[in-house]
């Protein structure tokens, strides 16, 4: 099967997905930062549509409606195979993984929450805590200003790629072999920033814990978490990430 043909509206999202949801839109159903599919975007789309647009209210910022964009399913990634929309999880097929150096376009997408609402870069804040000598909270630039950055071609995969074929089957997303990618990711090592934190002698393993929340979208429930053994976490080869193939994280 082809890889479907870019549409009119997969253009105008393809660089820039955020801004061209606001000139879409409208600034307001932008700021939103949950999705566009509410208020005025939401009425906007169920004009188009015809009908009432599932799970608006969980879009994260940069989606197309497939029904609208004809096949392009994520702003810049065609040709990727959705597996959940809630959590939102797409695989890429493998006739698309030839590239020695994976395009931001075929990388595959994994969420085990809901989205934050709030997806900006500039305010994003890194908190390292616990049993540490010198407790930090850091931003992209205090990173990128405080300690070296490198560029490593890192292979990164689900741990559920392949789940499709076990037996007995397993529950959860049915990946079949497209749960993987390789890209040059950019930024600052995580044994860097623990060593400015002072990691205790007594630690044996971090904890991370990201901004997605709870599927149920209750506070009150712990969203995933995970972490590695602090000899991992103080590989060199481990990066706190801000940069993919030159350029930004797609959101």
Same mark, same amino acid.
């Not at 392949?162 to 529950?171: D, H, L, T």
């Given at each position: 099967?082809? %890889? @479907?043909?870019?549409?009119?509206?997969?253009? !105008?999202?393809?660089? +820039?997905? =955020?801004?061209? /949801?606001?000139?879409?839109?409208?600034?307001?159903?932008?700021?939103?930062?949950?999705?566009?599919?509410?208020?005025?975007?939401?009425?906007?789309?169920?004009?188009?549509?015809?009908?009432?647009?599932?799970?608006?209210?969980?879009?994260?910022?940069?989606?197309?409606?497939?029904?609208?964009?004809?096949?392009?399913?994520?702003?810049?990634?065609?040709?990727?195979?959705?597996?959940?929309?809630?959590?939102?999880?797409?695989?890429?097929?493998?006739?698309?993984?030839? %590239? @020695?150096?994976?395009?931001?376009?075929?990388? !595959?997408?994994?969420? +085990?929450? =809901?989205?934050? /609402?709030?997806?900006?870069?500039?305010?994003?804040?890194?908190?390292?805590?616990?049993?540490?000598?010198?407790?930090?909270?850091?931003?992209?630039?205090?990173?990128?200003?405080?300690?070296?950055?490198?560029?490593?071609?890192?292979?990164?995969?689900?741990?559920?790629?392949?789940?499709?074929?076990?037996?007995?089957?397993?529950?959860?997303?049915?990946?079949?072999?497209?749960?993987?990618?390789?890209?040059?990711?950019?930024?600052?090592?995580?044994?860097?920033?623990?060593?400015?934190?002072?990691?205790?002698?007594?630690?044996?393993?971090?904890?991370?814990?990201?901004?997605?929340?709870?599927?149920?979208?209750?506070?009150?429930?712990?969203?995933?978490?995970?972490?590695?053994?602090?000899?991992?976490?103080?590989?060199?080869?481990?990066?706190?990430?801000?940069?993919?193939?030159?350029?930004?994280?797609?959101?």
């Amino acid at each position: 099967m082809s %890889d @479907p043909k870019p549409t009119p509206l997969t253009d !105008f999202y393809a660089d +820039n997905p =955020l801004e061209a /949801e606001a000139h879409l839109f409208g600034r307001k159903a932008h700021a939103d930062r949950r999705g566009f599919l509410r208020g005025a975007g939401l009425a906007a789309f169920g004009a188009a549509l015809g009908a009432a647009v599932p799970f608006h209210r969980n879009f994260p910022a940069g989606l197309i409606p497939h029904a609208l964009a004809q096949g392009s399913v994520v702003a810049g990634k065609d040709g990727l195979i959705i597996l959940n929309d809630r959590p939102f999880n797409a695989e890429t097929p493998a006739h698309l993984l030839d %590239d @020695p150096i994976t395009p931001i376009a075929r990388h !595959f997408i994994r969420n +085990n929450g =809901l989205p934050p /609402e709030d997806m900006s870069a500039r305010d994003w804040r890194l908190r390292i805590d616990g049993l540490v000598d010198r407790p930090m909270t850091l931003s992209i630039d205090d990173l990128k200003r405080d300690f070296e950055t490198v560029t490593e071609r890192l292979v990164i995969e689900c741990g559920g790629n392949g789940r499709a074929f076990f037996e007995p089957g397993a529950s959860g997303n049915q990946w079949t072999v497209g749960a993987v990618a390789c890209a040059e990711w950019t930024g600052v090592r995580l044994a860097d920033v623990l060593k400015a934190a002072g990691v205790k002698d007594d630690v044996i393993y971090t904890a991370h814990e990201g901004a997605d929340s709870h599927l149920s979208g209750d506070p009150s429930k712990m969203p995933l978490s995970r972490g590695v053994p602090i000899e991992k976490a103080m590989d060199p080869h481990n990066l706190i990430a801000f940069g993919m193939n030159g350029g930004d994280i797609h959101p």
